[in-house]
């Protein structure tokens, strides 16, 4: 089969983007469409010229890798299926394609059809962070009688949201502060906090506090000085 491609080419984030022409030749109707551009960006290989930049994984509809518009829609035409599992024989032999990157100003472009949708990640950490119940059983169990995964998952799920960016340096030096006052001990990474937690907030998030605390009091003491 052979297809005229309309891909987005776009060298970096900053720089503008344009549709660019390319031939798609002799592809076999089995292939799929992410086969399908591995064969053009062979040929662009073969001219010397830049491949296709584009995410994709597993190739198999679990990674949610293979971010792609094609024709005006994310992942293609057809249903419940992602783009590596799109066919080229569910095209028409001698269409033209339209292929650009999934659109939305939270995704910006890396390069060509590859964007960054790592705020999605921040949005599944911030909901793990919220299931803390606030039992207090990390403080029952640490050795110094510290409450910093407690703090830590509350400072986590609201500075991991965009709404909760505004007050993130704040909140982190108030509750940290307000921990220490009232005679919480300090983190001596024990781990027996997480290893008791019923809800099984990582330790990790302490790190997070501790990168965020860090960096509010270093804003905090220039700020005052
Ligand atoms: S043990 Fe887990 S759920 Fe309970 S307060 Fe501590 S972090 Fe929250
Ligand atoms: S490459 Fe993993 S879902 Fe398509």
């Given at each position: 089969m052979n297809f005229r491609l309309k891909v987005w080419r776009q060298p970096r984030a900053a720089a503008a983007g344009k549709f660019v022409d390319y031939q798609a030749r002799e592809i076999p109707a089995e292939s799929s469409f992410l086969e399908m551009l591995d064969i053009v960006n062979?040929?662009?290989?073969?001219?010397?010229e830049d491949p296709i930049a584009l995410d994709s994984d597993c190739r198999e509809g679990i990674c949610g890798m293979c971010s792609l518009v094609i024709d005006g829609i994310p992942h293609g035409p057809g249903k419940a299926k992602t783009t590596c599992q799109l066919y080229m024989r569910q095209f028409q032999d001698g269409d033209t394609i339209?292929?650009?990157?999934?659109?939305?100003?939270?995704?910006?472009?890396?390069?060509?059809?590859?964007?960054?949708?790592s705020k999605l990640d921040r949005i599944i950490l911030a909901m793990e962070a919220a299931a803390c119940i606030g039992c207090g059983a990390c403080v029952a169990a640490c050795p110094n009688s510290s409450a910093m995964l407690f703090v830590a998952a509350k400072v986590s799920h609201?500075?991991?949201?965009?709404?909760?960016?505004?007050?993130?340096?704040?909140?982190?030096i108030k509750m940290v502060r307000t921990m220490d006052s009232l005679g919480f001990g300090n983190c001596t990474n024990h781990y027996e906090c997480e290893a008791v937690c019923p809800a099984e907030i990582s330790a990790t998030?302490?790190?997070?506090?501790?990168?965020?605390?860090?960096?509010?009091?270093?804003?905090?003491?220039?700020?005052?000085g």
């Open positions: 062979e040929s662009l290989n073969d001219r010397n339209w292929i650009e990157p999934f659109r939305a100003a939270a995704f910006p472009v890396i390069r060509d059809l590859a964007v960054d949708r609201l500075g991991l949201l965009p709404q909760g960016q505004p007050e993130r340096s704040s909140r982190a998030f302490i790190s997070r506090l501790n990168r965020d605390y860090g960096a509010a009091s270093l804003t905090d003491a220039l700020t005052v």
